[in-house]
């Protein structure tokens, strides 16, 4: 495979992996490209602008630093500029939640994370669509949704990953609001719902197993129901996701789609790869094959050969 020759960087600054964006720089440089384009952002929403830039510019290859919310941002534009899919995306994983990378084998370790830039596999995978954003992980709304709007911020930069434990407690008692869901048009669930996932990978915060059969590359969405409420009905379903298959739980109902149409009897705050958004009483998801492409550890017998086609 041909080394990349003009190469950019999108990365947050306030986002840590090994040496820094220094040791980045160093490491890129070494692997002898022709033209660097670096843009540093202060927060993961100004990185749709600079990515824009590396399109125009006809990148090679685009690496991003930082976590989900820095990725998702990222590949929602590529996946809706034109000639912006088939440019190969590295992610380094330096993020509170590196949720997809972790998915695909993509290690928090900085020399191997640039390893796997320019010299792994590239692979096309699918992203989910709602409210016209792009997903690579998951959308939640009800329970979830709730935590992470509570997690996000100053209480996320001080506590990390156990800000999503913290505000978890706060919320396991909160109301199940009823909801109707379709998938691919047909009935599927009319109940109260403490909680709806709607996946494009297996693995979700915290390490949980939630959608066990779920592959970023199958052209479908995973979706998940929960309707336990309360501290005791959490606890039994989360611990046989975490023995078994989350299907296993009476308070867990999941199935796969290609579209997902949801409407609540009340508004409620949606996620998005771990990003609180606006509060909506109804969305529809829908799966977008192959949109982005990007790179893999090579040679993985979870992932196949590189395709961009």
Same mark, same amino acid.
């Given at each position: 495979?041909?080394?990349?020759?003009?190469?950019?960087?999108?990365?947050?600054?306030?986002?840590?992996?090994?040496?820094?964006? @220094?040791?980045?720089?160093?490491?890129?440089?070494?692997?002898?490209?022709?033209?660097?384009?670096?843009?540093?952002?202060?927060?993961?929403?100004?990185?749709?602008?600079?990515?824009?830039?590396?399109?125009?510019?006809?990148?090679?290859?685009?690496?991003?630093?930082?976590?989900? +919310?820095?990725?998702?941002?990222? $590949? @929602?534009? $590529?996946?809706?500029?034109?000639? #912006?899919?088939?440019?190969?995306?590295?992610?380094?994983?330096?993020?509170?939640?590196? $949720?997809?990378?972790?998915?695909?084998?993509?290690?928090?370790?900085?020399?191997?994370?640039?390893?796997?830039?320019?010299?792994?596999?590239?692979?096309?995978?699918?992203? +989910?669509?709602?409210? +016209?954003?792009?997903?690579?992980?998951?959308?939640?709304? #009800?329970?979830?949704?709730?935590?992470?709007?509570?997690?996000?911020?100053? $209480?996320?930069?001080?506590? +990390?990953?156990?800000?999503?434990?913290?505000?978890?407690?706060?919320?396991?008692?909160?109301?199940?609001?009823?909801?109707?869901?379709?998938?691919?048009?047909?009935?599927?669930?009319?109940?109260?719902?403490?909680?709806?996932?709607?996946?494009?990978?297996?693995?979700?915060?915290?390490?949980?197993?939630?959608?066990?059969?779920?592959?970023?590359?199958? #052209?479908?969405?995973?979706?998940?129901?929960?309707?336990?409420?309360?501290?005791?009905?959490?606890?039994?379903?989360?611990?046989?996701?975490?023995?078994?298959?989350?299907?296993?739980?009476?308070?867990?109902?999941?199935?796969?789609?290609?579209?997902?149409?949801?409407?609540?009897?009340?508004?409620?705050?949606?996620?998005?790869?771990?990003?609180?958004?606006?509060?909506?009483?109804?969305?529809?998801?829908?799966?977008?094959?192959?949109?982005?492409?990007?790179?893999?550890?090579?040679?993985?017998?979870?992932?196949?050969?590189?395709?961009?086609?």
């Amino acid at each position: 495979m041909r080394t990349p020759r003009t190469i950019a960087v999108v990365a947050h600054q306030r986002k840590t992996l090994g040496g820094g964006l @220094d040791e980045l720089r160093r490491r890129v440089t070494g692997q002898g490209v022709d033209e660097l384009l670096w843009f540093e952002v202060p927060k993961s929403r100004k990185a749709p602008k600079q990515v824009r830039k590396a399109v125009e510019a006809g990148v090679d290859l685009l690496i991003i630093w930082g976590g989900d +919310g820095m990725v998702q941002r990222s $590949l @929602d534009v $590529l996946a809706s500029t034109k000639g #912006g899919s088939k440019i190969p995306v590295a992610i380094m994983p330096a993020g509170t939640g590196n $949720l997809f990378a972790t998915n695909l084998g993509i290690p928090e370790d900085l020399e191997k994370a640039v390893e796997i830039a320019f010299h792994g596999d590239r692979h096309r995978f699918d992203l +989910g669509l709602l409210g +016209g954003e792009h997903f690579a992980v998951m959308a939640g709304v #009800g329970f979830d949704g709730a935590m992470i709007k509570d997690a996000d911020g100053a $209480l996320k930069d001080r506590l +990390g990953k156990l800000s999503y434990v913290w505000t978890g407690i706060r919320h396991v008692n909160g109301e199940a609001p009823h909801a109707k869901i379709k998938v691919d048009g047909t009935d599927w669930f009319d109940d109260e719902a403490s909680c709806v996932l709607i996946g494009n990978v297996g693995t979700i915060t915290g390490g949980i197993k939630a959608f066990d059969d779920a592959a970023p590359d199958d #052209g479908w969405l995973d979706v998940g129901v929960a309707t336990a409420q309360g501290a005791l009905q959490w606890a039994r379903a989360l611990g046989t996701m975490a023995v078994g298959r989350s299907d296993d739980s009476p308070f867990v109902r999941m199935t796969r789609a290609r579209r997902v149409d949801v409407k609540l009897e009340s508004k409620l705050e949606y996620e998005l790869d771990g990003g609180a958004r606006a509060k909506t009483r109804k969305f529809t998801a829908e799966v977008v094959p192959g949109a982005v492409t990007v790179c893999v550890p090579a040679s993985s017998p979870e992932k196949p050969d590189a395709s961009t086609d």
